[in-house]
């Protein structure tokens, strides 16, 4: 009963503020896609085209937070004031309105009004969030596109940079490279005419990113989950991609289970309040009673990225639970493992928006807009959710907002969006303190990505290369080996700017500049674009045992070198 008031009421000022949003400039992303295929006669869909499906999650983890939220509430962005006012100038003058200071009073007056009322009769306890909303991409195509010339690539970047949300690049445009980009259903005919018009050859990878996604992960039922616990103890498995619950009890029942070897630690909070978790593998000091070498690896900053959680579990198993097979690798080293780094964005990938990268933080009222932008989203975040979260791997405090050459973008709707500041992200900031406070110990650090099958050195911030960049490049030569030693996979290696494109702020370049970790890496895993983010998870033992033979090889190399 309380909690159905609390909806009303929340539903009741939401739309007063979709109301007031209309005079709100609308960031004109269709606007310059339009201008760039001006005589194609495209017809760009609007938000509330994109097709939505409800549906109810069957894992027994369900997100918890404060926003009131309706299941079937789409905000239109395209409906704003007008659909040329998102220019500086537009904006500069909507700032000198009079009647924003009257909106800034009454919405203030309201807002206060309504929590009263909704104090009084249901008091000030926390609600469950509605579930999500989740995004359907049926019929969305993924799309390779295959650019021969710098013009080529400049009208690729045109088109990135206007960046409407139907056409969503998943590599960057680079010379004599492929680049993936993922097209809504509607505009299909129109980018392969862009294409044909400008000479740029194409293939359709995947033409239905639903069928995929819908495939990618076999569903557990309680009985097969129940069975597992019955048999091994916990509820894991390397068949499937997990949810942040089943994986943080994992590392609780092995920390049980193995409490001379393994110590799980909670480093932070993330932004939604949800622990951050990592496991230390030890068998304790070493032969001369001191620390020994440790490696970190971390996995799953970017949320869609699960390959990368999956592996960095597969690689905790084996050190734990078969470590009669590595007894010689866990005398000469510890081990730092956090499988899931971004637990919230991870999470909404499961509930929400498959595709989500970045974590789920909310700075709108730290940049630099219009005030009544700030207050629109000051009182009605649980509505407004179109620019939530920051690249974690542009967040950290070495080279930060650096915007050259597309490695980071300052704009909060971007999906390499830096953050308003270096660590604005508690995710971020809690992996950087334990590494601080580690960093003696530290001969590694390994951070998993997904996809493209590259083992990346640094720099990602220049194409300079580090002074000891030929040692870092033998050492990971050996492990690449070793990886296609066992099922014949070929990884790439170099440095990030020159296989992929510039990257400020990133983790593996922290680690080596302020940290100090001479060994600091980025291994982009399966696949090349088949799948890309949508690896199914029939491929996720091939790919841990692989990358896990690789991962011993160079822990060998780097754990006895003085």
């Not at 905000?75 to 009647?99: H, I, L, Q, V």
């Not at 009073?105 to 929590?115: D, E, K, P």
């Not at 997904?450 to 030569?477: C, R």
Request: a negative charge.
């Amino acid at each position: 009963m309380a909690v159905g008031v609390q909806s009303i009421l929340c539903l009741a000022f939401g739309l007063s503020i979709v109301l007031s949003s209309k005079l709100i400039d609308a960031r004109p992303q269709r606007g310059d896609f339009e201008y760039l295929v001006a005589g194609l006669n495209s017809s760009v869909q609007s938000e509330q085209d994109w097709p939505l499906e409800v549906e109810e999650e069957k894992e027994e983890e369900d997100l918890i937070t404060d926003r009131c939220e309706e299941e079937d509430s789409v905000y239109n962005e395209t409906n704003s004031f007008s659909e040329g006012s998102g220019s500086s100038s537009a904006r500069n003058a909507g700032r000198g309105f009079s009647f924003v200071d009257m909106i800034e009073s009454m919405l203030a007056v309201v807002t206060n009004g309504i929590g009263s009322i909704v104090s009084s009769i249901i008091g000030s306890e926390r609600v469950p969030k509605a579930k999500s909303t989740k995004i359907n991409y049926r019929n969305y195509h993924l799309i390779r596109l295959y650019p021969n010339s710098k013009g080529q690539v400049n009208e690729l970047r045109e088109l990135r940079d206007a960046e409407p949300e139907d056409i969503r690049f998943w590599t960057q445009p680079s010379y004599n490279k492929s680049t993936d980009v993922v097209v809504a259903p509607g505009l299909v005919a129109d980018l392969k005419i862009f294409l044909r018009d400008r000479g740029i050859d194409f293939k359709v990878l995947i033409p239905d990113l639903q069928k995929t996604i819908a495939h990618q992960n076999p569903k557990m039922s309680k009985e097969q989950r129940d069975d597992l616990v019955n048999i091994q103890g916990h509820s894991m498995t390397w068949k499937r991609y997990h949810r942040y619950a089943d994986i943080t009890r994992y590392l609780e029942y092995l920390s049980l289970r193995y409490p001379k070897m393994v110590e799980m630690s909670t480093i932070g909070h993330s932004y939604e309040g949800q622990p951050i978790k990592i496991v230390k593998i030890s068998t304790g000091p070493g032969k001369d009673g001191h620390p020994k070498p440790a490696v970190w690896i971390d996995a799953g900053m970017h949320a869609r990225e699960w390959i990368g959680t999956a592996v960095a579990t597969y690689i905790v198993s084996q050190l734990v639970e078969k470590n009669v097979s590595y007894t010689k690798l866990l005398d000469n080293s510890d081990w730092m493992i956090l499988p899931v780094a971004n637990p919230d964005g991870y999470e909404f990938t499961h509930t929400g928006d498959r595709l989500w990268r970045k974590t789920r933080s909310n700075h709108e009222e730290e940049q630099e807009d219009s005030r009544l932008l700030q207050l629109v989203n000051h009182y009605a975040k649980w509505f407004w959710g179109k620019c939530e979260g920051v690249d974690p791997n542009r967040n950290f405090g070495y080279h930060w907002g650096e915007m050259d050459e597309g490695g980071a973008s300052s704009d909060p709707c971007h999906e390499t969006y830096a953050g308003p500041r270096a660590f604005s992200e508690p995710e971020t900031q809690a992996m950087a303190d334990y590494i601080l406070a580690n960093k003696e110990n530290i001969r590694m650090y390994l951070t998993l990505h997904s996809y493209s099958q590259m083992w990346l050195v640094p720099w990602g911030y220049t194409y300079s290369k580090p002074s000891d960049y030929l040692e870092l490049a033998n050492a990971a030569k050996k492990a690449i080996n070793a990886i296609s030693k066992v099922h014949g996979t070929d990884y790439q290696l170099g440095p990030s700017s020159d296989l992929l494109y510039p990257t400020s702020g990133a983790s593996d370049d922290w680690a080596k500049g302020v940290a100090g970790i001479k060994y600091a890496y980025t291994v982009e895993l399966r696949d090349r674009g088949t799948y890309g983010f949508l690896l199914p998870a029939s491929q996720i033992m091939p790919t841990a045992r692989e990358i896990w033979a690789g991962i011993r090889t160079i822990v060998r190399q780097v754990t006895t070198s003085t």
